[in-house]
């Protein structure tokens, strides 16, 4: 009994395991690529700031970018999952009507204070070639 006691003490103080994701973040680079041939998005063509913060099993993404047009918002949220290098991100709000509702299936990875997406990958986290897909590096900011 005291065993127990000591064993259900102990369990309940232990915090729970962290995402490597929670934090925030800032957009270091965008890559597109397109039948082999790369495109810098970010920075390139677009001069600003974009940032990531995810807590808990939420993220969201807030940005201001100049183009030669003026200037574009680009904001987004909602929850996610990752289990091992396969995250996905279940769209709730965002600045582009087409990604409302959407489930965006993305490869991650880790080295050190950066992160590496990759999307679109398929179910079985194989990345989506065919067509263009999108490279992004973010670096933490605490």
């Given amino acids: 009994m005291l065993g127990l006691i000591i064993y259900m003490i102990i369990g309940g103080c232990t915090q729970e395991k962290k995402s490597p994701l929670e934090g925030e973040w800032k957009l270091a680079y965008e890559y597109e690529i397109s ?8 920075p390139g063509t677009s ?3 974009e940032i990531k913060i995810w807590s808990g099993e939420y993220w969201v993404l807030l940005g201001r970018f100049e183009q030669d047009s003026g200037f574009t918002q680009n904001y987004g949220g909602g ?3 990752l ?15 087409q990604y409302l509702d ?6 991650v990875e880790f080295k050190k204070d950066t992160i590496i ?12 070639t065919s067509g263009s897909y999108y ?3 973010w670096a933490r900011i605490k």
């Fill in 47 to 49: 001069k600003g700031t």
């Fill in 135 to 137: 490279i992004e590096k």
């Fill in 102 to 107: 959407q489930t965006v299936k993305l490869l």
């Fill in 79 to 81: 929850t996610y999952t």
């Fill in 117 to 128: 997406q990759t999307w679109p990958v398929d179910d079985n986290g194989e990345v989506i």
């Fill in 35 to 42: 039948e082999g041939k790369t495109t810098v998005l970010y």
């Fill in 83 to 97: 289990e091992g290098n396969r995250y996905e991100e279940n769209v709730q709000y965002h600045s582009a009507p």
